[in-house]
């Protein structure tokens, strides 16, 4: 069973999908810690709750971004996990920190990447007109919200949509995805490949029409 260390800034809904996911016994691992670089983060007081391990890196206590990582790092290392999960963690991680967890890195981002990476991306897909929206998967690589694309979720924009309208549908999905994209690695189903042109992309061994990596509108539910 492998062990699973999220990283959080906030709430922590994600870290909440993925325990459910876990409950349920639909993700075969264990989440050995929470970690956050906000000491008032509400997710550290639910993961607690559960008995789970949780820590404070404070980034403010940091003179600089590779202090801040060396320090995150020695936190995460004390429970050697196989999956290191960021779940809404507001941090920009430095080259260093992440070839250090290389190929057990996760993120989720609310868009279909490669568009709209960074911040606002709901703003963005509405000043955009676009008609699709959606979330990622993907393995965290030193390009910004750029990493192999694990699994997507595709969402409508409706007439009338805001924000935060949008937001939140885009959010149902990521609840899904996330720990499903987490249970594929966790049963050995992920392979990083590099195609002819030296592109590093994911293959999902086993994958069929009920278990896409890809789940388009037709097969939302309400």
Known sequence: MKKISILISGRGSNME???AAIDAGELPARVVSVIS???????????????????AVDHRQY????????????EIDRDVPEMVVLAGFMRILTPGFVESYAGRLFNIHPSLLPLFPGLHTHRQALEAGVRIHGCTVHFVTAALDHGPIVAQAAVPVCDGDDEETLAARVLREE?????RALRWFAEGRLRLEKDEAGVERVRVEGVHESDPCLLAPSLLTS
Not at 66 to 74: H, I, Q, R, Y
Not at 175 to 179: A, D, G, L, T, V
């Open 17 to 19: 999908a993925i325990f």
């Open 37 to 55: 670089n906000r000491p008032q983060a509400a997710g550290l007081a639910m993961a607690a709750a559960r008995g789970v391990r949780t820590a």
């Open 63 to 74: 003179p600089d971004r590779a202090s801040f990582d060396a320090a995150l790092a020695a």
């Open 175 to 179: 609840h899904r995805i996330y720990p």
